[in-house]
């Protein structure tokens, strides 16, 4: 009877332990959904209708009659062209590296991608480094034609160009796969019946690919309505610089500033929304395909018009020169000297470290005309400790956020698989999918505003403002909190997808089988189901890693002395450049900088990509092809030693 009261303590201690797990569980996620998505959001909403007591209307009324709408506008405009010719050379580079025979199709390709190795506030700066006043083609064009404005590449075109070549990295990835995935059967039963080449591609192989194409147009559409690097940095009037600016300022510069950027947050928030509600509704209507029993893979496509593959030749090459030219030029000038940068010439002589590493003084001619001397203002990438911070605090801040999302969205999922069908599993990841339908700069915004103040602390204390600096989330260091918060939640929807579609590899079998031989739930998921689903988990921490460690939207909206990324140093390289004898090595520094990111980004999609993506099979192979590489090495070896012995 005793042995029989034991045993049922220990159940009840059991029971109430996981009921603890449990409550604290579903405390911390709600915390998480509430104070992280919903009521920021929500504040800035009110932030719209109470900026003026006396006029809920006035914010809008101001809006209206103000010329906010033009930034609209110009979002607007930009985002419709964005679409057009992102679509336009996306699909061409797809075309010619894996539908057409293209000569040198292969070294196409990897122009074509290096978009995927460095984007953003780099891939911007890269090209300001050729067209801009002072770019290498711009200096080279002004002695061609000595009247030419040399201001020529900033305003809509120049954002409109540098966005139409950076916006491709999608096509490159998702659009090819769909080429890919193309029943060659199809295409050889048209050709068959008599259609010619480009009659078979926009008859049989575009109706294929349409709902591809119709989520990159969404995709393209929303990058380029929130557009944020190229319009700063290439002076262009939208939505997302606006917010930032009404950010920065203050009732004494000019009326309802924060109410404003709420406001144009909200308008963003609206359109994306839209577009992403059509989109789905598109996908529910379901897309079919009829191919044959036995698919075959798809066999390039020759132009047999010999005017018409000239022509699909020069293009092809002419854009791998646009995609080349800055990568190329970038990590030249990234080893040349300060004369050789400051002149855009190159110097065959001039080949350096000093981009990267060291420093070296600099003389100057004052404005008095006196000569004089700057210690170390010629400084490396590593040796300047503006960039260096940068860089180490994106990383951190990066490797927190990109964990931090991944630790979450394995256990969700988990969650979601053991509870299939029923309610609360499909809510939660509803919850979890919602940073996909708001803008990255409303997040970003409603952060700054609501957490700049203790009062979201000191509701619960009465309205106690003694531990003001404590709490308040904007204050000095604590930004860096509020911006890895803002990286976690932006990236848990792209992990969610990722990580759940891992989970449905697992057997379910496995699972019953550790079940069976007593495992609990935690050892199971640890010993069982993380095992089979921690290549994906990883991919997707190094994929959001990477893509965070150059981010620039969220860094602008959160811009502080105290949480200045990697991507705002290098911003601010592009504007404060020789400034009073300081600083005057920034360009170098910024094509060191672009050439660290690339190898970086290059590095963690070889693991994903490369190595990662390889099956066990791949693995394998590769395996027993070095050992039997090493065994002959070493028998090479072995008889060399043999005959060194033979002959003493």
Same mark, same amino acid.
């Given at each position: 009877?005793?042995?029989?009261?034991?045993? !049922? !303590?220990?159940?009840?201690?059991?029971?109430?332990?996981?009921?603890?797990?449990?409550?604290?569980?579903?405390?911390?996620?709600?915390?998480?959904?509430?104070?992280?998505?919903?009521?920021?959001?929500?504040?800035?909403?009110?932030?719209?209708?109470?900026?003026?007591?006396?006029?809920?209307?006035?914010?809008?009324?101001?809006?209206?009659?103000?010329?906010?709408?033009?930034?609209?506008?110009?979002?607007?405009?930009?985002?419709?062209?964005?679409?057009?010719?992102?679509?336009? +050379?996306?699909?061409?580079?797809?075309?010619?590296?894996?539908?057409?025979?293209?000569?040198?199709?292969?070294?196409?390709?990897?122009?074509?991608?290096?978009?995927?190795?460095?984007?953003?506030?780099?891939?911007?700066?890269? #090209?300001?480094?050729?067209?801009?006043?002072? /770019?290498?083609?711009?200096?080279?064009?002004?002695?061609?034609?000595?009247?030419?404005?040399?201001?020529?590449?900033?305003?809509?075109?120049?954002?409109?160009?540098?966005?139409?070549? @950076?916006?491709?990295?999608?096509?490159?990835?998702?659009?090819?796969?769909?080429?890919?995935?193309?029943?060659?059967?199809?295409?050889?039963?048209?050709?068959? =019946?008599?259609?010619?080449?480009?009659?078979?591609?926009?008859?049989?192989?575009?109706?294929?690919?349409?709902?591809?194409?119709?989520?990159?147009?969404?995709?393209?559409?929303?990058?380029?309505?929130?557009?944020?690097?190229?319009?700063?940095?290439?002076?262009?009037?939208?939505?997302?610089?606006?917010? +930032? *600016?009404?950010?920065?300022?203050?009732? @004494?510069?000019?009326?309802?500033?924060?109410?404003?950027? $709420?406001?144009?947050?909200?308008?963003?928030?609206?359109?994306?929304?839209?577009?992403?509600?059509?989109?789905?509704?598109?996908?529910?209507?379901?897309?079919?395909?009829?191919?044959?029993?036995?698919? $075959? &893979?798809?066999?390039?496509?020759?132009?047999?018009?010999?005017?018409?593959?000239?022509?699909?030749?020069?293009?092809?090459?002419?854009?791998?020169?646009?995609?080349?030219?800055?990568?190329?030029?970038?990590?030249?000038?990234?080893?040349?000297?300060?004369?050789?940068?400051?002149?855009?010439?190159?110097?065959?002589?001039?080949?350096?470290?000093?981009?990267?590493?060291?420093?070296?003084?600099?003389?100057?001619?004052?404005? *008095?005309?006196? =000569?004089?001397?700057? !210690? %170390?203002?010629?400084?490396?990438?590593?040796?300047?400790?503006?960039?260096?911070?940068?860089?180490?605090?994106?990383?951190?801040?990066?490797?927190?956020?990109?964990?931090?999302?991944?630790?979450? +969205?394995?256990?969700? +999922?988990?969650?979601?698989?053991?509870?299939? /069908?029923? &309610?609360?599993?499909?809510?939660?990841? #509803?919850?979890?999918?919602?940073?996909?339908?708001?803008?990255?700069?409303?997040?970003?915004?409603?952060?700054?505003?609501?957490?700049?103040?203790?009062?979201?602390?000191?509701?619960?204390?009465? /309205?106690?403002?003694?531990?003001?600096?404590?709490?308040?989330?904007?204050?000095?260091?604590?930004?860096?909190? =509020?911006?890895?918060?803002?990286?976690?939640?932006?990236?848990?929807?792209?992990?969610?997808?990722?990580?759940?579609?891992?989970?449905?590899?697992?057997?379910?079998?496995?699972?019953?089988?550790?079940?069976?031989? %007593?495992?609990?739930?935690?050892?199971?998921?640890?010993?069982?189901?993380?095992?089979?689903?921690?290549?994906?988990?990883?991919?997707?921490? @190094?994929?959001?890693?990477?893509? =965070?460690?150059?981010?620039?939207?969220?860094?602008?909206?959160?811009?502080?002395?105290?949480?200045?990324?990697?991507?705002?140093?290098?911003?601010?390289?592009?504007?404060?450049?020789?400034? !009073?004898?300081?600083?005057?090595?920034?360009? /170098?520094?910024?094509?060191?900088?672009?050439?660290?990111?690339?190898?970086?980004?290059?590095?963690?999609?070889?693991?994903?990509?490369?190595?990662?993506?390889?099956?066990?099979?791949?693995?394998?192979?590769?395996?027993?092809? *070095?050992? &039997?590489?090493?065994?002959?090495?070493?028998?090479?070896?072995?008889?060399?030693?043999?005959?060194?012995?033979?002959?003493?």
């Amino acid at each position: 009877m005793t042995g029989y009261k034991i045993g !049922e !303590e220990d159940s009840y201690g059991i029971k109430l332990s996981k009921t603890l797990v449990k409550v604290f569980c579903v405390a911390f996620f709600v915390v998480l959904f509430l104070c992280f998505m919903v009521i920021p959001c929500i504040n800035t909403i009110a932030k719209v209708f109470t900026a003026d007591e006396s006029d809920p209307m006035a914010v809008i009324k101001f809006f209206l009659a103000g010329n906010m709408p033009k930034y609209v506008f110009n979002s607007l405009k930009l985002a419709v062209l964005l679409t057009i010719t992102v679509n336009v +050379v996306g699909i061409s580079i797809v075309l010619l590296t894996e539908y057409f025979d293209i000569k040198g199709a292969k070294i196409l390709r990897l122009g074509y991608m290096t978009t995927l190795i460095y984007s953003g506030v780099a891939l911007v700066t890269g #090209y300001l480094f050729l067209y801009d006043n002072d /770019g290498m083609l711009t200096a080279w064009l002004s002695k061609l034609f000595p009247g030419m404005n040399k201001q020529w590449f900033s305003g809509f075109w120049a954002v409109l160009f540098t966005m139409t070549f @950076a916006c491709t990295s999608n096509h490159a990835l998702f659009l090819r796969n769909g080429i890919r995935s193309i029943d060659y059967n199809t295409v050889e039963a048209a050709r068959n =019946l008599g259609a010619r080449p480009f009659k078979v591609l926009f008859r049989v192989v575009f109706p294929t690919l349409l709902p591809t194409l119709f989520s990159l147009t969404v995709m393209t559409f929303i990058t380029g309505l929130c557009a944020m690097s190229a319009p700063t940095l290439l002076g262009y009037d939208s939505i997302n610089p606006e917010i +930032v *600016r009404l950010a920065g300022s203050s009732v @004494a510069d000019e009326a309802f500033p924060q109410a404003r950027a $709420a406001l144009l947050s909200v308008i963003l928030a609206m359109f994306t929304i839209l577009l992403l509600t059509v989109l789905s509704s598109y996908e529910r209507k379901g897309h079919y395909l009829s191919v044959s029993k036995t698919k $075959a &893979k798809l066999q390039k496509q020759k132009i047999t018009n010999p005017v018409a593959n000239v022509l699909a030749h020069i293009y092809a090459y002419v854009l791998f020169v646009i995609y080349m030219t800055p990568v190329v030029m970038i990590v030249l000038f990234a080893f040349q000297n300060y004369p050789a940068i400051r002149s855009k010439a190159l110097d065959l002589k001039g080949w350096t470290f000093i981009n990267f590493f060291g420093s070296q003084d600099f003389e100057y001619m004052t404005n *008095r005309g006196k =000569l004089k001397l700057r !210690e %170390g203002a010629i400084s490396g990438l590593f040796s300047n400790a503006d960039t260096v911070g940068g860089i180490r605090l994106s990383f951190i801040l990066s490797a927190i956020a990109a964990a931090l999302a991944c630790v979450i +969205v394995v256990v969700v +999922v988990n969650y979601i698989f053991k509870n299939k /069908g029923k &309610k609360r599993s499909v809510a939660l990841e #509803y919850c979890m999918l919602l940073p996909w339908l708001l803008p990255t700069v409303l997040i970003c915004y409603s952060y700054r505003i609501f957490y700049n103040s203790s009062t979201w602390f000191s509701i619960g204390l009465g /309205g106690n403002t003694l531990l003001n600096a404590d709490f308040n989330l904007y204050y000095r260091e604590n930004v860096r909190f =509020l911006i890895v918060m803002a990286y976690t939640v932006v990236k848990l929807p792209f992990a969610l997808r990722m990580i759940k579609a891992a989970f449905y590899a697992i057997d379910e079998e496995l699972e019953d089988a550790a079940r069976n031989l %007593g495992a609990g739930p935690l050892v199971t998921f640890l010993r069982v189901k993380l095992p089979i689903v921690l290549p994906s988990v990883l991919a997707v921490f @190094a994929l959001n890693f990477n893509s =965070l460690f150059t981010e620039y939207d969220m860094s602008a909206t959160f811009h502080s002395s105290y949480g200045k990324s990697y991507a705002m140093v290098i911003q601010n390289m592009c504007f404060e450049e020789g400034r !009073e004898g300081y600083n005057v090595n920034a360009t /170098g520094r910024r094509c060191a900088s672009t050439v660290f990111i690339m190898v970086v980004s290059g590095l963690i999609l070889y693991l994903v990509y490369g190595v990662g993506a390889r099956d066990l099979g791949d693995r394998l192979a590769l395996r027993e092809k *070095r050992r &039997k590489r090493l065994q002959k090495l070493t028998g090479v070896f072995r008889r060399k030693a043999a005959q060194a012995e033979e002959e003493a």
